[in-house]
């Protein structure tokens, strides 16, 4: 009696359908891969401009409770323009303020003129900032990004005479510090603008 192999290997059929499905289970492991990698990379520029959203707004607070004014001295001012960039605000802020000294031997008198505005790069908006010591450095310093991943930036006055939060203001004219300083912007989260805004107070007089 002859004893006939069950053993008949694979089909030609069989395995185009094993590869088949080789390749769409890989495709989808590489495809849920990259979109876990994408997530994170979102996950973390986000984390990043949200902390650099924080430090500048702060900045911009603990300066202005230390801006500085005397209609005596030209050296001193506070001075906030309205613009706009297509329809979207896009202020800019400049104020004499006290800075604290960094401690590394060089001259300063500890009172610097900051400015802060919006420029265009690569078709993206940046938040820059300068600063100056009004009496040892010279009048070419260089500006710096502060803030990246912004679409607008709002700088208010509150303006104590009349009661009312106006867009401009020059201590040449107006002859005091705004009361209180308000600051809006809207960074880009996931293609979205998102609003964040910080009040801020004066702590110093000026006259």
């Known amino acids: 009696m002859s004893v006939t192999s069950s053993n008949r290997g694979f089909t030609l059929l069989e395995i185009l359908i094993a590869l088949v499905l080789l390749g769409i289970l890989s495709a989808a492991l590489y495809?849920?891969?990259?979109?876990?990698?994408?997530?994170?990379?979102r996950a973390s520029e986000g984390m990043e401009a949200r902390r650099e959203l924080g430090s500048t707004l702060d900045l911009i607070r603990r300066e202005?409770?230390?801006?500085?004014f005397d209609r005596n001295d030209k050296h001193l001012r506070f001075v906030v323009e309205d613009r706009d960039n297509f329809g979207k605000p896009a202020s800019s802020l400049e104020m004499t303020t006290l800075i604290p000294s960094p401690g590394a031997g060089?001259?300063?008198?500890?009172?610097?003129?900051?400015?802060?505005?919006?420029?265009?790069?690569?078709?993206?908006?940046i938040l820059t900032?300068?600063?100056?010591?009004i009496f040892f450095e010279s009048p070419d310093a260089p500006e710096y990004p502060q803030m990246e991943r912004i679409s607008?930036?709002?700088?208010?006055?509150?303006?104590s005479n009349s009661a009312?939060?106006?867009r401009s203001w020059d201590t040449a004219l107006?002859?005091?510090?705004?009361a209180m300083l308000r600051v809006t912007v809207h960074v880009l989260e996931?293609?979205?603008?998102?609003?964040?805004s910080i009040l801020a107070h004066s702590r110093i007089t000026g006259s």
């Open 190 to 196: 996931d293609g979205r603008p998102v609003e964040f």
């Open 174 to 178: 107006n002859y005091a510090l705004p």
């Open 164 to 166: 009312k939060w106006v």
């Open 64 to 68: 202005f409770a230390a801006a500085k």
């Open 31 to 41: 495809g849920s891969y990259f979109t876990v990698l994408r997530a994170r990379e």
């Open 129 to 133: 900032r300068r600063e100056q010591d």
């Open 106 to 125: 060089r001259k300063e008198s500890g009172i610097s003129a900051v400015r802060y505005r919006l420029v265009e790069k690569d078709k993206r908006f």
């Open 152 to 159: 607008d930036f709002l700088v208010e006055c509150y303006d």
